[in-house]
């Protein structure tokens, strides 16, 4: 398997910094980039540079006098705060802690999530085209262990799949990928189908399934032609990632 | 040179160190909270004001501005970039969400000819002569060509969309986005 890195993605971070930085997004976009910025790394330090970036224009205001009652209503605000126990909420607080121990989720949860820049990217670009097609249910970014972006998945939710490779992959003669999700833990991985050749298509035989929801994981396995002897995932996982509703 | 001077906005707050202060905020010192509001209250509002075009929308957003900071404060480290810069963005991020929450018909009210005249002064070359002389902003933004550099301004300074940038200066969409996006990169070229 090769994969290359797709030079767009961090040219569109930067600009989706930039935008973000200059309020240049509507309330929903807004409201993505604020949720990702609470874990993703790159997006946060492209927003602080964005940010310092134009902060002097801020300094060209001329200060007016602040009404008499503002410092009062905000001293009143700030003392309930401090009386109601340790608050202080953190962006650290809220993360998420995974077992020291496992360290295989370790690993793919933070290729997850710095795979998260790229999907928001992506979703954010497909927010702005318009909607000819049917939308999809739940839409998943799937990146390798190093959490580059390989394939956007869009499960319809009718038993039909789109994948669309981001990156070249060549699999070994006599093998072939697979595409897995994870509807329960009781159900366990089930194939949507083979991806024969990693180009977009549609993958519409798949299984009776529940609806698609969001954080459902989705997988790609490289498996032996024609799939998996056992109708579990067995072979080497070239991509993971969790799905998200498109807004 | 002396014009310059005089117009240079920075003053007496220089003194402040803030991201001191707000490591202050962070263990509970009310203190620390009160000398940020002294010190960049008034050109708070004033900022909040350039985009949401009413004083009293605008010391709300400062109000409520300053109760997050309060509460958030350790958010903030020094790997996060300059602390006043940090708590300016607390305030236009708040003032944004106001007006992209679909509260601009309120906020357009009230906006006269006046004040539309005063706003359009914000996207002119007068800005830039109150940045610093040795500031890289400063001669970043004067090597765009104007349409780029108006167009940056309208969205920093005012809060306008691309759609608002496009009607004001009189171009197709596209056109403003196109100047949007080329104007940003070659800032962050020049900025480095």
């Known amino acids: 398997m090769t994969s290359t890195t797709t030079p767009m993605d961090g040219q ?31 997006l946060r330090r492209a927003v602080d540079n964005a940010r310092d970036r134009f902060h002097e224009l801020d300094l060209t ?3 007016v006098t602040p009404s008499p009652h503002l410092w ?4 009143t605000a700030a003392a309930e705060r401090v009386d109601d126990g340790p608050p202080l909420p953190s962006a650290s607080g809220a993360r998420t802690v995974t077992a020291a121990n496992d360290n295989a989720v370790r690993r793919w949860r933070w290729a997850a999530l710095a795979g998260i820049a790229a999907s928001l990217v992506l979703a954010v670009g497909l927010l702005r085209m318009p909607s000819t097609t049917p939308s999809a249910a739940v ?4 990146v390798d262990e190093a959490g580059e972006p390989l394939v956007i998945v869009e499960d319809f939710g009718d038993r039909s799949t789109r994948v669309t490779p981001l990156v070249d992959v060549t699999v070994p003669a006599g093998q072939t990928m697979q595409l897995w999700t994870l509807p329960d833990e009781e159900t366990g991985p089930v194939s949507l189908g083979l991806i024969e050749e990693p180009e977009t298509m549609i993958l519409d035989d798949g299984p009776q399934l529940p609806a698609p929801q969001a954080d459902q994981l ?8 024609g799939g998996s002897p056992t109708g579990r995932p067995t072979g ?12 | 040179m002396l014009c310059r001077e005089a117009t240079r906005p920075l003053d007496g707050e220089l003194m402040l160190d803030h991201a001191e202060a707000l490591s202050r905020c962070a263990n509970g010192d009310r203190a620390a909270l009160k000398a940020l509001f002294e010190a960049e209250a008034g050109r708070l509002i004033a900022v909040a004001e350039r985009i949401l075009r009413r004083r009293d929308v605008a010391e709300e957003v400062v109000q409520d501005a300053f109760i997050q900071i ?6 903030y480290s020094a790997d996060r970039g300059s602390a006043r810069g940090w708590i300016y963005a607390v305030v236009r991020n708040r003032a944004l969400n106001v007006l992209r929450d679909g509260r601009r018909e309120d906020l357009a009210d009230e906006a006269d000819l006046t004040r539309l005249s005063e706003t359009a002064n914000l996207h002119d070359d007068r800005v830039l002569d109150r940045l610093d002389a040795t500031s890289r902003l400063r001669q970043c933004l004067q090597q765009l060509d104007e349409a780029k550099r108006r167009s940056l301004l309208m969205a920093y300074m005012s809060g ?12 197709p969409l596209g056109t403003a986005k196109a100047w949007v996006r080329r104007g940003l990169s070659a800032l962050r070229e020049c900025m480095g």
């Open chain 1, 72 to 75: 009062e209503n905000i001293e």
């Open chain 2, 70 to 75: 309060w509460r958030k404060a350790d958010q």
């Open chain 2, 160 to 171: 306008y969309t691309h759609g608002e940038i496009a009607g004001r200066m009189n171009v």
């Open chain 1, 218 to 225: 989705y997988e790609i396995t490289i498996e032996q032609d």
């Open chain 1, 236 to 247: 080497e996982i070239l991509g993971k990632g969790f799905a998200k509703q498109p807004r």
């Open chain 1, 139 to 142: 839409i998943a970014v799937l």
């Open chain 1, 12 to 42: 569109n971070l930067l600009e989706l910094a930039d935008e973000y930085a200059l309020g240049l997004l509507d309330a929903q976009e807004r409201a993505q980039v604020e949720d990702a910025l609470l874990h993703d790394d790159d």
């Open chain 1, 61 to 63: 205001a001329e200060p």
